[in-house]
T-cell receptor, first 113, second 113 residues
Framework: KNQVEQSPQSLIILEGKNCTLQ??????????LRWYKQDTGRGPVSLTI?????NTKSNGRYTATLDADTKQSSLHITASQLSDSASYIC????????????FGTGTRLKVLA | EPEVTQTPSHQVTQMGQEVILRCVPI?????FYWYRQILGQKVEFLVS????????KSEIFDDQFSVERPDGSNFTLKIRSTKLEDSAMYFC???????????FGPGTRLLVL
């Protein structure tokens, strides 16, 4: 069964600190993996997208990694800011003619001053 | 910057009533999607639409749901006879020909009483 699991469920850090969020998946056949940021009550906003051949991709203070062998991804946030407080969602696409999107449950990050 | 818009932002309806949720995707996009997110749960894929027809749908998207692109700009989701469990945030998204990034709208919060 195609599944996407994320950890931790929630995380509290102090402003300026770094953090790493984890995503494990069992989606097959794998097409790509996305990380989204979702503010409360808003739609998700794309941060990164990675295909099978990509190991690392950065977007400002966000760096995503992908290990297609172990089916794991991480999202590292550097020098966190108060505005980073949000849910971070890992979404894996299965290649099945058209794209099928499997969402993780997200990690709720709270950055404190 | 172009964005996906959705109306209404909130909708309250009685069980058994029909509702139509409206979306205006980004103008040069070709692929359109509907997702829902029940409060406190993960985002779930409902349907994707391309070239005026459904390209993929999930098991959630049963006969009570339908989608339409009635003109060149709007993309609608109709729920024929709402149930209590249809209460959720409904997100519309669109992407260009590459389908690399989906741009989400702000969502419509539907409450079925």
């Amino acid at each position: 069964k195609n599944q996407v699991e994320q950890s931790p469920q929630s995380l509290i850090i102090l402003e300026g600190k770094n953090c790493t969020l984890q995503c494990n998946y069992t989606v097959s056949p794998f097409s790509n993996l996305r990380w989204y940021k979702q503010d409360t009550g808003r739609g998700p906003v794309s941060l990164t997208i990675m295909t099978f051949s990509e190991n690392t991709k950065s977007n400002g203070r966000y760096t995503a990694t992908l290990d297609a062998d172990t089916k794991q991804s991480s999202l590292h946030i550097t020098a966190s800011q108060l505005s980073d407080s949000a849910s971070y969602i890992c979404v894996v696409s299965a290649a099945s003619g058209t794209y099928k999107y499997i969402f993780g449950t997200g990690t709720r990050l709270k950055v404190l001053a | 910057e172009p964005e996906v818009t959705q109306t209404p932002s909130h909708q309250v309806t009685q069980m058994g009533q029909e509702v139509i949720l409206r979306c205006v995707p980004i103008s040069n996009h070709l692929y359109f999607y509907w997702y829902r997110q029940i409060l406190g749960q993960k985002v779930e894929f409902l349907v994707s639409f391309y070239n005026n027809e459904i390209s993929e749908k999930s098991e959630i998207f049963d006969d009570q749901f339908s989608v339409e692109r009635p003109d060149g700009s709007n993309f609608t989701l109709k729920i024929r006879s709402t149930k209590l469990e249809d209460s959720a945030m409904y997100f519309c998204a669109s992407s260009d020909h590459s389908q690399e990034t989906q741009y989400f709208g702000p969502g419509t919060r539907l409450l079925v009483l």
